[in-house]
């Protein structure tokens, strides 16, 4: 057993164990700080929790969705299913994306842009792309005329 100076009289003890001199024992629970970071962490949980079940029922989650920029998250999901390795993709930055993407009406998008990735030798090469991305009534998106150039 290892023994330890007491903090409170200055004689051995036994580590883990009470002073058995002046009877202190040492603190074996939780800090105040790791306390109140559960306990804030807990608030944080709730009100999360709580935001999704009393959100305003007034919005319309296609209208959310309805954007340029997840437009072109589906135009890039339906282009990487095309490529020889897709994991090798590089899509225009986000702030670029907006650029070429247009809203022709009817709740479609119109995307001209470009992807670099690997063919099937390894090299990298920037293929260009158009298609239209369609949100249906139905709350469903659908690719339309996805070609290659």
């Known amino acids: 057993m290892n023994t330890f100076k007491c903090v409170n009289c200055g004689k051995q003890r036994v580590e883990?164990?009470?002073c058995n001199v002046c009877g202190y024992?040492?603190?074996?629970?939780?800090?105040?700080c790791a306390v109140a970071g559960i306990v804030l962490a807990g608030i944080v949980v709730f009100f999360s929790f709580a935001?999704?079940?009393f959100s305003d029922?007034?919005?319309?989650?296609k209208d959310i969705e309805h954007?340029?920029?997840?437009?072109?998250?589906?135009?890039?999901?339906?282009?990487?299913d095309m490529l020889k390795s897709p994991a090798t993709a590089e899509f225009p930055s986000s702030s670029e994306q907006d650029q070429h993407t247009k809203y022709i009406?009817?709740?479609?998008?119109?995307?001209n842009s470009y992807v670099d990735s690997q063919n099937?030798?390894?090299?990298m090469m920037r293929t260009r792309f158009s298609c239209k991305i369609v949100f249906n009534d139905d709350n469903t998106v659908s690719?339309?005329?996805l070609v290659f150039d």
């Open 57 to 61: 029922d007034e919005t319309d989650s």
């Open 120 to 123: 099937g030798f390894g090299a």
């Open 25 to 32: 024992r040492p603190n074996s629970g939780l800090s105040g």
């Open 67 to 80: 954007n340029s920029l997840y437009a072109y998250s589906f135009a890039e999901k339906n282009v990487k």
């Open 143 to 145: 690719t339309k005329e």
């Open 51 to 53: 935001s999704l079940f």
């Open 16 to 18: 883990g164990k009470n």
């Open 105 to 111: 009406g009817d709740n479609t998008y119109e995307i």
